[in-house]
């Protein structure tokens, strides 16, 4: 069942989608409204996370199914969205805590920078998705380490 990483993606592109209107609203001046829209975002985005870490750890990760000579580009890839999506996840955990310390100056500096990140790690989210799922059928489940390196 590709349930769980189905609902997971879902979860990282309703995020983005929700940083964009955050950024939407911020630069027409609607405060109250971006600082409500960005909580939710990070609601989503915690939600992503902890759907793939259970999923991780109660059931491993699913490795690439499609040809074996495509596998090489998969894992660079794979490897390209995990440091993305770990560098937006900081990102978005500084940002948010300059904004609850009310040091605008450097949220606002900083702000723009996450929100790229962040739409990055969801593009690129959603295509290992369409690799794994859609293009091929995912090969098979096994622990983290497996999945990503192949031993
Ligand atoms: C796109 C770039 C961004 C800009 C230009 C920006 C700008 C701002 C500004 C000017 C405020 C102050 C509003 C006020 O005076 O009440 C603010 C507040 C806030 N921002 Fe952002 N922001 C950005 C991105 C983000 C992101 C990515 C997040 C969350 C991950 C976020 C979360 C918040 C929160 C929670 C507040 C409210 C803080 C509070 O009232 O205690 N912002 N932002």
Same mark, same amino acid.
């Given at each position: %069942?590709?349930?769980?990483?189905?609902?997971? +993606?879902?979860?990282?592109?309703?995020?983005?989608?929700? /940083?964009?209107? @955050?950024?939407?609203?911020?630069?027409?001046?609607?405060?109250?409204?971006?600082?409500?829209?960005?909580?939710?975002?990070?609601?989503?985005?915690?939600?992503?996370?902890?759907?793939? %870490? !259970?999923?991780?750890?109660?059931?491993?990760?699913? !490795?690439?199914? @499609?040809? =074996?000579?495509?596998?090489?580009?998969? +894992?660079? *890839?794979?490897?390209?969205?995990? +440091?993305?999506?770990?560098? @937006?996840?900081?990102? @978005?955990?500084?940002?948010?805590?300059?904004?609850?310390?009310?040091?605008? #100056?450097?949220?606002?500096?900083?702000?723009?920078? +996450?929100?790229?990140?962040? *739409?990055? !790690?969801?593009? $690129?989210?959603?295509?290992?998705?369409?690799?794994?799922? /859609?293009?091929? =059928?995912?090969?098979? $489940? $096994?622990? %983290?380490? #497996?999945?990503? *390196?192949? *031993?």
């Amino acid at each position: %069942m590709n349930l769980l990483p189905t609902l997971s +993606t879902a979860f990282i592109v309703l995020s983005a989608i929700l /940083v964009a209107i @955050g950024w939407r609203l911020i630069a027409t001046n609607k405060r109250a409204a971006h600082r409500k829209v960005m909580i939710a975002a990070a609601i989503s985005a915690l939600l992503f996370f902890i759907i793939y %870490m !259970s999923r991780t750890i109660f059931l491993g990760n699913t !490795s690439f199914g @499609g040809p =074996d000579e495509l596998k090489i580009y998969y +894992t660079i *890839f794979l490897i390209f969205h995990i +440091t993305l999506a770990t560098t @937006g996840a900081i990102f @978005g955990l500084v940002t948010l805590y300059l904004a609850f310390k009310r040091n605008i #100056k450097k949220h606002r500096k900083i702000g723009p920078i +996450t929100s790229i990140i962040w *739409f990055g !790690s969801a593009i $690129t989210g959603v295509m290992v998705y369409f690799f794994l799922y /859609v293009l091929y =059928d995912g090969g098979e $489940t $096994t622990s %983290m380490l #497996k999945a990503i *390196f192949g *031993f």
